[in-house]
């Protein structure tokens, strides 16, 4: 029937092009009359955007979340959110005739018995891993290039806070199909809340309704899963891209680029064009991976059951940082004072993480107040620019790391030939070396390229031609850099420490001294870009 | 046509083959002809005598053997863990040193001086059981060790669970009877001989049903699902991002 109706108005169209545009110029009309719109479309439609790979990552998160929220909707009309038990019988034979919950049963029904039922649940989780990974992308991108500072701090505790909250919905849906792997998962996250002292056990009857697993725990994710969290994951995303707008996009210091002006491609209509093709592209890439890759077989886990743990028990990704911190505890951290247990082996991987999260969180304020620095950024940093910085983030990209590797501590062991026990004793190591090792190379590491910056920017590439001058002298013949490359080499900010001032009341605080002494800290080490003067005299050797 | 063809020449031998081979085990327990038994006696004296004692009596290399049964012997040299290529903190598998004969010889040479678990009847390895009580059965009393898809997992002091895709019926049997390395053993009134082909079923049921959702990544949960979407999906999507962006040159 489809196809007779588009046959039919297929010629039509063509045989007429006026009509279509006379169509589209009324049908606008309308529209603005209405809406008065148009302001809006000249607005956003005007929109700068500058072209750069990793300026692309914040998209491939909204695109994912896109597809998350297409999918997950075609499986909330056949998910059952309930624990009531029903006797399997879909068609899946090793499971037939056992006992499990409805959530359970639903979701196999999803998988074997609903035409691209397998193949939706494949594509919603797939796209789930990408979504966070790609947000976890972003955000690097974001820190090391400086692109948090003033006026974007918000939109950075924004875009953190939509970090955080797409952990929740990945753990709420990971635990939703009631299957083994899953209810491990919450039986730890249960174990986790009861190890805070004195309300911890109250806090854990309150969520699962009573004792593990009780009969609430599935409909109450449910309803976090399907309405809180994506409610408020909407509202923060507009809200991150209106600052988006309003802020305009940064940039990559280049010839022709100020922080005044914003060079690229406007969005209407190439930028859109390339970005709708991305969408399709990127929901390409995860309906192939979900075609030909199984994603949490549910099958192989079986209904929930208290009793078994299988090997290979970990979380989705992202939640691994927070296992890995558990399982990097050492044992006998445990103490019983006045009949009371306190369990450190919790409390320290809780209170560590919590203090990692809020640190990231608030680094942009940190930074800003180290730094002193009021005015507004538009240009980029290179990493090697701000080696402190960097050579921070490269720390805290190792920690975090660490705490991953830890979480899939069993299966690097039975797959290198390993001990366990070898390989988590050499992850507590990186874990608290490695990012000291992180921070001292890369801050080397950055400062080193900045001084071969100012070497190629005053005296040019070596060619590798050698002469021979009149005199017997051999030299090497310099090939000087082209203005639009050494503008990217020279141009970005000399930072320098603060100097201490005392304040109104002509004292100085100790407050003041903490600051200058962290501002020492941040700006000591420094390689100062290369002036005009310089550049005049480089030019004449 | 040809490849029919081949596929069905090669099922005809590798079937007939097993049967031949299964039903010579169960012969070796049944009636060990004394003739078989000094053969496995000889075979013992070369190849296993100098850690586990001329009498089975064991040796400090080595633990006695006496009790442990032709299947144990038929699981041990059968599957290659003995004759042990080194000292480790568990028996490596390895090419299989001794031929069935000559393994079934042994066990039934073992197996006459001291009673002790027979090598299983086919029936019980038809894996025509339960796959559901299997399964769960398998879940329960093995997935802790072996993960829920027998993929394997990791114990103390580098000694594993192995994956147990590809392993023959017999010898899951006989390592559930005798409880090799490190594993537990299973007894008849923990697991019921039923039970036991119950869990063959089941795992012969993930052999031969690979996953409905396509390749596995070796069925190791979300370790290998995140590095996947790391490395090939987020690689892909990076690749797209750096491509849309180029400038001609």
Not at chain 1, 52 to 69: K, P, Q, R, T
Not at chain 1, 155 to 165: A, E, K, M, R, S
């Amino acid at each position: 029937m489809t196809n007779l109706l588009t046959k039919d108005e297929a010629p039509a169209a063509t045989t007429t092009p006026t009509k279509g545009s006379r169509f589209t110029a009324a049908a606008s009309n309308y529209i603005e009359d209405r809406t008065s719109i148009s302001g809006a479309v000249k607005e956003f439609g005007r929109k700068i955007f500058p072209d750069h790979w990793s300026f692309m990552l914040g998209e491939v998160s909204l695109y994912s979340f896109v597809i998350i929220f297409l999918t997950g909707s075609f499986l909330t009309f056949f998910y059952q959110a309930s624990m009531a038990t029903v006797i399997y019988d879909g068609s899946y034979v090793p499971l037939k005739g056992l006992e499990m919950s409805t959530a359970m049963s639903s979701s196999l029904h999803i998988s074997f018995d609903l035409r691209g039922g397998l193949l939706i649940r494949q594509i919603h989780h797939w796209a789930a891993l990408v979504f966070v990974a790609a947000i976890g992308l972003h955000m690097l991108r974001i820190y090391f290039t400086g692109a948090f500072r003033k006026p974007r701090e918000l939109n950075w505790v924004i875009g953190f806070v939509l970090f955080i909250l797409a952990m929740a919905e990945g753990f709420t849906g990971y635990s939703l199909p009631d299957d083994l792997l899953s209810g491990n998962g919450l039986r730890i996250i249960e174990g986790m809340v009861q190890g805070i002292p004195f309300v911890g056990t109250w806090i854990s009857f309150l969520v699962f309704g009573g004792d593990f697993p009780g009969t609430a725990i599935v409909g109450r994710l449910y309803t976090l899963h399907i309405l809180l969290l994506p409610a408020i994951i909407v509202a923060l995303i507009a809200m991150h891209l209106v600052f988006v707008i309003v802020h305009k996009h940064t940039q990559f210091s280049g010839p022709g680029k100020t922080e005044n002006n914003v060079v690229g491609a406007p969005i209407l209509p190439m930028f859109a064009a390339k970005a709708g093709g991305f969408f399709f592209i990127v929901f390409g890439i995860i309906v192939l991976m979900a075609s030909f890759f199984t994603i949490n077989p549910i099958w192989n886990y079986g209904p929930y059951d208290p009793s078994p743990v299988s090997a290979g028990t970990q979380p989705d990704w992202y939640i691994g940082f927070a296992d890995g911190a558990l399982r990097l505890m050492p044992p006998g951290l445990e103490v019983v004072l006045f009949n009371h247990t306190y369990s450190f082996n919790i409390l320290i991987p809780l209170v560590v993480l919590g203090l990692f999260i809020l640190v990231v969180l608030i680094y942009p304020f940190i930074e800003a107040w180290i730094t002193g620095d009021k005015r507004e950024h538009h240009l980029l940093d290179r990493p090697r620019n701000v080696p402190t910085r960097t050579a921070i983030g490269a720390a805290g990209v190792t920690f975090y790391a660490s705490l991953w590797a830890a979480a899939s501590s069993d299966i690097v062991a039975t797959h290198f030939q390993l001990s366990i026990e070898g390989v988590i004793h050499t992850v507590q190591a990186t874990t608290i070396l490695g990012p000291i090792a992180a921070y001292l190379i890369t801050k080397r590491v950055c400062i080193a390229l900045m001084k071969k910056d100012r070497e190629i920017a005053l005296h040019g590439y070596e060619s590798g031609r050698i002469v021979r001058l009149p005199g017997g002298e051999y030299i090497e013949v310099h090939q000087p850099v082209d203005e639009y490359e050494r503008w990217k080499l020279v141009n970005f900010t000399d930072n320098k420490p603060l100097m201490i001032r005392p304040n109104a009341k002509g004292q100085i605080t100790g407050l003041q001294k903490v600051r200058v002494g962290m501002s020492k800290w941040f700006f000591e080490d420094r390689i100062s870009p290369v002036t005009t003067k310089e550049l005049e005299h480089g030019d004449h050797h | 046509m040809a490849t029919v063809a081949l596929i069905a020449i090669g099922l005809i031998f590798t079937g007939g083959g097993y049967a031949l081979f299964s039903s010579t085990a169960t012969a070796g327990t049944s009636a060990s002809s004394q003739t078989t038994i000094d053969e496995g006696k000889k075979l013992f004296a070369a190849n296993c005598a100098s850690c586990h004692g001329a009498a089975l009596q064991g040796t400090a290399a080595g633990p006695s053997l006496i009790g442990v049964g032709a299947a144990s012997v038929d699981f041990q040299v059968g599957t290659g863990r003995m004759p042990l290529a080194m000292s480790g903190p568990q028996a490596m598998q390895k090419p299989v040193q001794f031929s069935p004969d000559q393994v079934s010889a042994m066990a039934a040479y073992v197996a006459s001086l001291s009673p002790g678990p027979a090598i299983p009847d086919a029936s019980l390895l038809d894996g025509k059981g339960d796959a559901t009580n299997g399964a769960e059965l398998f879940r329960i009393n093995c997935a802790m060790c072996h993960n829920v898809a027998g993929a394997g997992g990791a114990l103390t002091e580098g000694k594993f669970a192995p994956p147990l895709t590809g392993v023959a019926s017999v010898h899951i049997y006989e390592a559930m009877l005798t409880g090799p390395q490190n594993m537990p053993v299973f007894n008849n009134a923990n697991l019921t001989p039923e039970d036991k082909r119950d869990i063959i079923t089941y795992l012969k049921y993930l052999e031969a049903n690979p996953s409905p959702g396509g390749y596995e990544l070796g069925s190791l949960g979300p370790v290998a699902e995140g590095l996947f979407v790391w490395i090939f999906g987020l690689g892909a999507i990076v690749a797209v991002t750096i491509w849309l962006t180029a400038k001609s040159n």
